[in-house]
């Protein structure tokens, strides 16, 4: 099922969540199942992403970056069309295909990956999956492999951060 609706980007007045498009109830019911959230957003039928409802006291909402108000053009107060339907992926965001090849290759990195929250499995996925390059998305999911069998499934993004660079360094990217 997907419905499709039309919405204005606002801006919150506080400090956790900015730029957002609000989501009717009766349209975000539809995809709300327990805690399940996830949805698969299209705007202006050019950008589409994953990403989940987010409560708030008038209703639900859905976040949004500079990177994708850069790439759609819109201003706070724009009136933009929106297209959701429920996200049914195995980890609620694409996985590069470069990093399930690693998850593939190495079965103990693989378990603590699958031991860990939804949510901390969608970071990492995003860490691997923000960069353009092949390469770079190797290394990456290399250096996150390597951190969480290191850590004994444990994440520390600090570590992390810090062994990517290692990691950039040996290969010169």
């Known amino acids: 099922m997907e419905i499709e609706f039309k919405s204005r980007l606002e801006s919150f007045e506080n400090t956790l969540w900015d730029i957002h498009f609000k989501v009717p109830k009766e349209h975000a019911a539809a995809f709300i199942q327990g805690k399940d959230r996830?949805?698969?957003?299209?705007i202006n039928k050019s950008l589409r992403f994953h990403c989940a409802l987010m409560p708030n006291p008038e209703g639900w909402f859905i976040v949004m970056n500079k990177s994708k108000i850069k790439k759609l053009g819109l201003k706070i107060g724009n009136l933009a069309h929106l297209s959701i339907r429920k996200d049914v992926s195995e980890y609620g965001m694409p996985m590069p295909d470069e990093f399930r090849s690693c998850l593939e290759a190495d079965q103990l990195a693989s378990r603590y990956?699958?031991?860990?929250?939804?949510?901390?499995?969608?970071?990492?996925?995003?860490?691997?999956?923000?960069?353009?390059?092949?390469?770079?998305?190797?290394?990456?999911?290399l250096a996150v492999l390597d951190h969480i069998v290191r850590e004994n499934g444990k994440l520390d993004f600090k570590k992390l951060n810090e062994l990517i660079k290692e990691y950039n360094q040996r290969n010169k990217i």
């Open 38 to 42: 996830r949805i698969v957003c299209v």
């Open 113 to 141: 990956f699958e031991e860990l929250t939804a949510g901390k499995k969608r970071n990492l996925i995003y860490i691997v999956s923000k960069v353009k390059s092949s390469d770079i998305r190797i290394h990456r999911s």
